[in-house]
């Protein structure tokens, strides 16, 4: 490590002691619309959007805001030519295309951005548009990091950024009412919620396709980006699916599921960070060209309740939720002294305590339907309020996994100081819980 590395690194660990999250200086990058200086869209004016990372889930996001006809598409960018051309072929008329993100960043005629990019990038990228004066939309993961999280939150809040997460399943009505009745008090007090998602890809896993030399197309450079180098393989770049199988550019599959599911107990119980999680698993039986757990167990503790995570890629049982057949299943617990609620997606159903519950009878509608997730954001745009799913709300879903997963590669508990937003006891958890970038990419460090 460099001289300067290591004295940067000791300046945050005195930085956080002391001031927590509050600390922020001026930054290196300014983009052409910096600090919010170009107009903000009115409630006639057309949108105009940006895309970084054309992948599926991405051009899903653009295709749903596209619909509207308040949107105009001014630009695509990927370091993979093949997808980011088709995106401007769609778009033909008014999409221009870019390779870099902070080039398309600069551009007047780009108000948003949605970020669909893998997570890795995803902070450096997210405080970049920020900056620049571009609204986002970024997918989950939000982070891979406690202090990526910190100042992508940080840098919406100073830049009077609109943000929205990703995490489409927020914006379903069966999500809705199962808020209202957790907040309807017909269960009790909820001492525990219980959340999982898990599936069996065998011994096999995604397979083992070797690594190889990249497609001539693809800057395999700048798609690392960031993160530490590391061989390509077409298995990282395929899709979201195998791509979680890979530990440093995902974080693996509870990042890459959690975000959706403990967003219901986060929402409905209004939790804020945990004060103590511990995180066990392992790559116990797996043997494929990924590195990421095959298993994971969690334990987040908060003030008088406990929420709970499994994740596991090598036996689907699910409970309530489906057995025999291999599949991908998912599923959320709220146990409360009257009676227990269980949910997914798309369903709920209440098992009472024995006669303790009294009313059964689902509590009046409360919380209004979402026009979309997407158009949510782009309404919000324009009114400047944040949409239900802002960074600010989604930093208490992102900061407990990622602490999971720190949790997991320490071998401990991590212990968390809610008020102050910091690491407590542990300085080596405390170091990692910030990335160091890949050279010439630094971490922004003046948002923590």
Same mark, same amino acid.
């Given at each position: 490590?460099? @001289?300067?590395? +290591?004295?940067?690194? +000791?300046?945050?660990i005195r930085r956080m002691?002391?001031?927590?999250?509050?600390g922020? *200086?001026v930054p290196?990058?300014v983009?052409?619309?910096?600090?919010g200086?170009?107009? @903000? !869209?009115? =409630?006639?004016d057309?949108?105009?959007?940006?895309?970084?990372?054309?992948?599926?889930?991405?051009?899903?996001?653009?295709k749903n805001?596209?619909n509207s006809p308040?949107v105009?598409?001014?630009?695509a960018c990927?370091?993979?030519k093949?997808r980011?051309?088709a995106?401007?072929?769609q778009?033909?008329?008014? =999409? %221009?295309?870019?390779?870099d993100?902070?080039?398309m960043?600069? =551009?007047?005629?780009?108000?948003?951005?949605i970020?669909?990019?893998?997570?890795?990038?995803?902070?450096?990228m997210?405080?970049?548009?920020?900056?620049?004066?571009?609204?986002?939309?970024l997918?989950?993961p939000?982070?891979?990091h406690?202090?990526e999280s910190?100042a992508?939150?940080?840098?919406?809040? +100073?830049?009077?950024?609109?943000?929205?997460?990703?995490?489409?399943?927020?914006?379903?009505?069966?999500?809705?009412?199962?808020?209202?009745?957790v907040?309807?008090?017909k269960?009790?007090?909820?001492s525990?919620?219980r #959340?999982?998602?898990?599936?069996?890809?065998? !011994?096999?896993? /995604?397979?083992n396709t070797?690594?190889?030399?990249?497609?001539?197309?693809?800057d395999?450079?700048l798609?690392?980006?960031?993160?530490?180098m590391r061989?390509?393989n077409?298995?990282i770049?395929?899709?979201?699916?195998?791509h979680?199988?890979f530990?440093?550019c995902s974080g693996?599959?509870?990042?890459?599921?959690?975000?959706?599911?403990?967003?219901?107990?986060? $929402? *409905?119980l209004?939790l804020?960070y945990?004060?103590?999680t511990?995180?066990?698993?392992?790559?116990y039986? /797996?043997?494929?060209?990924?590195?990421?757990p095959?298993?994971?167990?969690?334990? $987040?503790q908060?003030?008088?309740f #406990?929420?709970? $995570?499994?994740m596991?890629?090598?036996?689907?049982?699910?409970?309530?939720?489906?057995?025999?057949?291999?599949?991908?299943?998912?599923?959320?617990?709220f146990h409360?002294?009257?009676?227990?609620?269980?949910a997914d997606?798309?369903m709920?159903?209440?098992?009472?305590?024995?006669? +303790?519950? %009294?009313? #059964? @009878?689902?509590?009046?509608?409360?919380?209004?339907p979402?026009?979309?997730? &997407?158009?949510e954001?782009?309404?919000?745009?324009?009114?400047?309020r944040?949409?239900s799913c802002?960074?600010d709300?989604?930093?208490?879903i992102?900061?407990?996994i990622?602490?999971a997963n720190?949790?997991?590669?320490?071998?401990?508990?991590?212990?968390?100081?809610?008020v102050? &937003? @910091?690491?407590v006891?542990?300085?080596?958890?405390?170091?990692?819980?910030?990335?160091?970038y890949?050279d010439? $990419?630094?971490f922004?460090i003046?948002?923590?």
């Open positions: 490590m460099s @001289k300067s590395k +290591r004295v940067s690194r +000791r300046s945050f002691a002391t001031t927590g999250a509050a922020m *200086a290196y990058f983009g052409g619309n910096a600090l200086q170009k107009g @903000k !869209p009115g =409630a006639n057309r949108i105009g959007l940006g895309l970084i990372g054309c992948g599926g889930m991405g051009r899903g996001n653009l805001c596209a308040d105009v598409v001014t630009g990927d370091i993979w093949t980011r051309d995106v401007v072929a778009y033909q008329s008014t =999409a %221009k295309p870019y390779d993100y902070r080039e960043l600069q =551009a007047k005629e780009i108000d948003a951005v970020i669909a990019t893998p997570p890795h990038w995803h902070c450096r997210a405080v970049d548009a920020c900056r620049a004066g571009k609204d986002i939309y997918q989950k939000m982070t891979l406690v202090g910190l992508v939150r940080n840098a919406v809040r +100073r830049h009077q950024r609109i943000s929205q997460i990703g995490t489409q399943i927020h914006a379903s009505e069966n999500y809705r009412r199962v808020v209202e009745l907040r309807s008090g269960l009790g007090k909820i525990v919620s #959340t999982f998602n898990v599936m069996n890809q065998g !011994p096999g896993g /995604i397979g070797p690594d190889s030399d990249p497609p001539a197309e693809i395999w450079d798609w690392v980006g960031p993160g530490p061989p390509f077409s298995l770049v395929h899709d979201a699916y195998t979680c199988s530990m440093d693996g599959w509870t990042p890459g599921m959690a975000p959706h599911i403990i967003d219901l107990p986060v $929402w *409905a209004d804020g945990p004060k103590t511990y995180c066990s698993g392992g790559r039986l /797996i043997k494929d060209a990924g590195d990421a095959d298993v994971q167990e969690v334990v $987040w908060y003030p008088d #406990t929420m709970t $995570w499994m596991s890629l090598v036996n689907s049982f699910a409970f309530d939720f489906g057995r025999g057949q291999p599949a991908r299943r998912l599923g959320i617990y409360g002294v009257n009676g227990t609620m269980y997606y798309g709920h159903q209440v098992v009472p305590e024995g006669d +303790r519950l %009294k009313d #059964t @009878k689902p509590p009046e509608k409360s919380i209004p979402s026009p979309g997730h &997407e158009r954001w782009l309404d919000c745009i324009k009114s400047r944040q949409p802002n960074a709300y989604h930093c208490k992102d900061v407990p990622c602490l720190l949790s997991m590669r320490l071998g401990r508990a991590i212990h968390f100081d809610p102050a &937003e @910091k690491i006891g542990d300085d080596e958890a405390l170091r990692l819980s910030v990335p160091e890949r010439p $990419w630094k922004p003046e948002y923590i």
